[in-house]
């Protein structure tokens, strides 16, 4: 820019300097779907094995309550006992826990490869991130409450969606129903293994079998309906994921 005689600026042309080329913007491609069919089948597997068990385990407490107070086994509980209730007992707890933990470890394996499935299939509905779908299920009290309202979320982010793809009312009663079954089944087998654990005559030990008994019947009703939300979710995102043409990969 120059001036003129009377001190007004006057426009001079002068190249304008180049601007760097901007990238062109294009949208992320969402990430395929993992399918949750495998772990599915494992899952489903484990726990009709751990219903297996829990029938097991009520048979088995429901007879050994009513013969210890009919007095058969005089020394079960003691410290020199050895009995056969003493030994059925001890067999429950030993094959309980390896395989609630190998059929725990299994299904949390699920339930982060869904999780992962409803992040792309309804982003906006789950609130949390992959992380919370594992250590979710191990912070002491909040995992009472943190892996339900997660796997409500993955559940509406699975359904199918409406001719219209309009939201819809979520009905989450079989996320619920599993979810008070399975809670009330760990506080049974909490209770059962104090009174096991305090048994110290016969009178002792026909309780903790009559508890055992009823947590076998509670783990039983927990087991069906683990099963069933696992196969009911698991084919709701396979074929959400057909219906928004997204593919599956490993």
Do not use: C
Request: a neutral charge.
């Amino acid at each position: 820019m120059s001036f003129s005689a009377t001190g007004s600026p006057q426009p001079v042309d002068e190249p304008l300097p180049e601007l760097p080329e901007l990238p062109e913007l294009t949208a992320e491609p969402l990430a395929p779907l993992r399918p949750p069919g495998g772990l599915a089948a494992a899952a489903t597997a484990l726990l009709a094995l751990s219903g297996l068990y829990a029938l097991l385990l009520a048979g088995t407490g429901a007879y050994l309550g009513a013969a210890l107070r009919a007095g058969r086994y005089p020394d079960a509980g003691t410290e020199d006992g050895g009995t056969l209730p003493d030994t059925l007992m001890a067999l429950a707890g030993l094959v309980e826990i390896p395989l609630l933990v190998v059929t725990a470890a299994v299904f949390i394996t699920w339930f982060h490869r869904v999780h992962h499935n409803a992040r792309i299939l309804g982003r906006a509905t789950v609130t949390r991130s992959a992380a919370w779908a594992v250590g979710g299920w191990f912070v002491p009290f909040a995992f009472l409450r943190i892996p339900y309202r997660m796997a409500k979320e993955i559940w509406a982010a699975s359904l199918l969606r409406g001719p219209d793809d309009a939201d819809r009312p979520v009905p989450t009663a079989p996320v619920t129903r599993w979810w008070l079954v399975w809670i009330t089944a760990l506080f049974a087998n909490r209770v059962f293994g104090i009174l096991w654990g305090r048994a110290d005559d016969p009178d002792g030990l026909a309780t903790a079998a009559t508890a055992a008994a009823a947590y076998g019947v509670v783990l039983l009703a927990a087991s069906v309906l683990a099963i069933r939300f696992v196969r009911a979710l698991t084919a709701m995102q396979t074929a959400r994921g057909a219906q928004g043409g997204l593919e599956a990969s490993e």
